[in-house]
């Protein structure tokens, strides 16, 4: 079983996610936890923002390892646990530039869908349900205001002890939403075939039982239980 989640930077896809997986039983894949893994493998290896052919070959020789343990998703590079650096927010920013490259996301989405094979997942991103799962039945499109999704990473950023600017968090957020939906490869779109839920108004717990209704609808209406 894959359920996608796909929806815009700070619409609460990872809260949700994780909340939804350990009710399901299955693991929680945080795909933008492997672009952030990409942008730190850039960066420690020096490589130039022009220099993309050197990107994907640093890319294609690095070993990368995903451990999936109590919802959390810990990245190993080349033997390395990298899941503490991953949190810095230039990693983050560089993250959401290469996730734009199209070899960087063809070998991302080979990538994931080689570790979805092994079990039943989550997955949260921008094109899970477009490009890396379109043939899942259960897809889902998490969205929520531009003030509601700054307030939340404020909130989010202050629980990290991390001091933050509600204007720098809105272009932040304006930026990365007109990069994701505007990209050549991959862009981020809702799918005729998957859910929409503007969680704007709702809580973490109504958003999750919405989801868990839905899944479980689709799964008996596949006769899967």
Do not use: W
């Amino acid at each position: 079983m894959i359920i996608a989640l796909d929806g815009p930077s700070g619409a609460g896809k990872s809260t949700v996610g994780k909340e939804l997986a350990q009710i399901m039983g299955i693991n929680y894949l945080d795909t933008g936890a492997m672009y952030r893994a990409v942008a730190y493998l850039k960066m420690k290896r020096k490589i130039r923002d022009d220099d993309e052919e050197k990107l994907v070959h640093a890319l294609e020789n690095a070993t990368f390892e995903f451990k999936f343990e109590n919802l959390k998703t810990t990245v190993i590079l080349d033997g390395l646990d990298i899941s503490a650096e991953l949190r810095d927010p230039a990693i983050s920013q560089e993250a959401s530039r290469l996730s734009a490259l199209s070899p960087v996301r063809r070998i991302m989405v080979t990538m994931q869908r080689h570790i979805c094979a092994q079990g039943d997942f989550v997955v949260e991103g921008r094109d899970i349900g477009s490009v890396v799962f379109p043939d899942t039945p259960y897809k889902f499109y998490l969205d929520a205001s531009v003030q509601e999704r700054v307030q939340r990473r404020h909130q989010q950023l202050e629980k990290q002890g991390v001091q933050s600017d509600l204007d720098y968090i809105t272009r932040e957020i304006e930026i990365r939403d007109h990069r994701d939906t505007h990209r050549y490869d991959s862009p981020l779109r809702r799918m005729d075939d998957a859910m929409y839920l503007d969680s704007t108004d709702l809580s973490l717990p109504e958003v999750v039982s919405i989801l868990v209704n839905a899944v479980e609808t689709k799964m008996k209406k596949n006769s899967i239980i």
